[in-house]
């Protein structure tokens, strides 16, 4: 190309000067071997060519610049994550169930409704069991005034040890035959088994019910929320008890601060991995039991990394990784140099170098798939 508009503009040039008044032809010169008049048409000639060529180099240098964004190398914490998928749970989400078949004489909740641990939610008929349970107080008073009055007499070595002994057992029968009869009462009334809130009610005032699938209803507390998932077996040993853990939902578009508080102690022989639990605060109650969680979990940090962006990172023929630096910079341009490197891992967009960067080192971030080594850099 350079050559190409050297013989264009010396043509321009010889047919300028043919074109002066009383200008010898080269031909002519030639022709009659006026060796003078040659060396002096070269010479005005060459002046000419000279000045051609200052011009082209000129340009050329202006074509192999190039328009790049720089930026220089620090030293920074890098931390790599596993990234896994798993489900927002909470302990303390059960179907209500009652404890005694009968019919639903009260229910004293509905939907939506909080409640506290112990509150009774409704009460099963009992079937007759108060009366049974006022009869069997009454036989217990007795007995316990039978056997205090023995006592009395043992007491005083009146009677036989045998009148006192029955009257003993007698008393103690009768209690327990109370108490075993409370127990199975109490099981008529429906109470909360935590504090939470209703979710759903499923039966009705005046419904027989029973111990079901179903259940009378759900409660749930969303105060204790988790995220449970498992991990391939070879974490073993980087994952523990308190480490941070980034857990984004989808649903929310909201990343929240978690942290795992339980690491599994058994392998899945299935898929080769174990289970964790990453615990959630919920202060503005928007988790619900089985959405869907994305997890970012630290599995690997250097405190003092040199990280580049990972599309800086370029390949060559022979399988090297090299990044584009500047050298001789005077804060807006410098020259591209190919340096080769050693890179580690990659996250968020950013790859570790383990070799052949150092810190303040400046890096072209921008526009490196237009430069080649030694290329004239403007930034």
């Given at each position: 190309?350079?050559?190409?508009?050297?013989?264009?503009?010396?043509?321009?040039?010889?047919?300028?000067?043919?074109?002066?008044?009383?200008?010898?032809?080269?031909?002519?010169?030639?022709?009659?071997?006026?060796?003078?008049?040659?060396?002096?048409?070269?010479?005005?000639?060459?002046?000419?060519?000279?000045?051609?060529?200052?011009?082209?180099?000129?340009?050329?240098?202006?074509?192999?610049?190039?328009?790049?964004?720089?930026?220089?190398?620090?030293?920074?914490?890098?931390?790599?994550?596993?990234?896994?998928?798993?489900?927002?749970?909470?302990?303390?989400?059960?179907?209500?169930?009652?404890?005694?078949?009968?019919?639903?004489?009260?229910?004293?909740?509905?939907?939506?409704?909080?409640?506290?641990?112990?509150?009774?939610?409704?009460?099963?008929?009992?079937?007759?069991?108060?009366?049974?349970?006022?009869?069997?107080?009454?036989?217990?008073?007795?007995?316990?005034?039978?056997?205090?009055?023995?006592?009395?007499?043992?007491?005083?070595?009146?009677?036989?040890?045998?009148?006192?002994?029955?009257?003993?057992?007698?008393?103690?029968?009768?209690?327990?035959?109370v108490a075993q009869i409370k127990a199975q009462l109490a099981k008529t009334v429906i109470r909360a088994p935590f504090t939470g809130t209703i979710d759903e009610v499923f039966v009705e005032k005046g419904e027989v019910v029973a111990p079901s699938p179903q259940?009378?209803?759900?409660?749930?507390?969303?105060s204790n929320m988790y995220v449970s998932t498992t991990v391939p077996e070879t974490y073993i040993g980087k994952l523990k008890v308190g480490d941070q853990v980034d857990v984004f939902l989808s649903s929310l578009n909201k990343t929240y601060k978690g942290k795992?508080?339980?690491?599994?102690?058994?392998?899945?022989?299935?898929?080769?991995?174990?289970?964790?639990?990453?615990?959630?605060?919920?202060?503005?109650?928007?988790?619900?039991?089985?959405?869907?969680?994305?997890?970012?979990?630290?599995?690997?940090?250097?405190?003092?990394?040199?990280?580049?962006?990972?599309?800086?990172?370029?390949?060559?023929?022979?399988?090297?990784?090299?990044?584009?630096?500047?050298?001789?910079?005077?804060?807006?341009?410098?020259?591209?140099?190919?340096?080769?490197?050693?890179?580690?891992?990659?996250?968020?967009?950013?790859?570790?170098?383990?070799?052949?960067?150092?810190?303040?080192?400046?890096?072209?971030?921008?526009?490196?798939?237009?430069?080649?080594?030694?290329?004239?850099?403007?930034?």
């Amino acid at each position: 190309m350079k050559k190409t508009i050297i013989l264009s503009l010396l043509a321009v040039v010889i047919a300028a000067c043919g074109n002066k008044e009383n200008a010898q032809s080269i031909d002519k010169m030639i022709e009659t071997k006026n060796v003078k008049a040659l060396q002096e048409k070269k010479a005005a000639l060459q002046g000419e060519i000279t000045k051609i060529e200052e011009a082209l180099a000129t340009l050329d240098v202006k074509k192999e610049e190039a328009l790049v964004s720089v930026m220089t190398v620090k030293d920074t914490i890098f931390n790599h994550y596993l990234d896994i998928q798993g489900s927002v749970d909470t302990k303390e989400n059960i179907l209500v169930q009652p404890e005694f078949s009968g019919t639903l004489t009260s229910l004293t909740v509905k939907a939506g409704q909080k409640v506290s641990k112990g509150q009774i939610l409704g009460r099963v008929d009992d079937g007759g069991m108060s009366q049974q349970l006022a009869s069997a107080e009454n036989q217990y008073n007795l007995a316990k005034t039978t056997f205090e009055r023995q006592k009395n007499l043992w007491d005083k070595k009146i009677g036989s040890e045998i009148q006192y002994l029955q009257a003993q057992t007698q008393m103690i029968s009768a209690q327990k035959s109370v108490a075993q009869i409370k127990a199975q009462l109490a099981k008529t009334v429906i109470r909360a088994p935590f504090t939470g809130t209703i979710d759903e009610v499923f039966v009705e005032k005046g419904e027989v019910v029973a111990p079901s699938p179903q259940g009378l209803m759900r409660i749930v507390n969303l105060s204790n929320m988790y995220v449970s998932t498992t991990v391939p077996e070879t974490y073993i040993g980087k994952l523990k008890v308190g480490d941070q853990v980034d857990v984004f939902l989808s649903s929310l578009n909201k990343t929240y601060k978690g942290k795992v508080r339980q690491v599994g102690n058994f392998i899945n022989p299935n898929n080769r991995s174990f289970g964790i639990e990453v615990g959630l605060p919920n202060p503005d109650n928007l988790l619900r039991p089985n959405q869907v969680a994305k997890l970012k979990i630290i599995d690997y940090t250097n405190k003092k990394a040199v990280v580049v962006p990972t599309n800086v990172v370029q390949e060559d023929g022979e399988g090297n990784k090299f990044i584009f630096t500047v050298t001789g910079s005077n804060g807006k341009t410098g020259t591209a140099k190919k340096v080769i490197v050693t890179v580690g891992k990659s996250s968020d967009n950013v790859t570790e170098i383990l070799s052949g960067l150092s810190s303040e080192d400046i890096i072209v971030t921008e526009g490196v798939n237009n430069i080649s080594d030694g290329m004239k850099l403007n930034f």
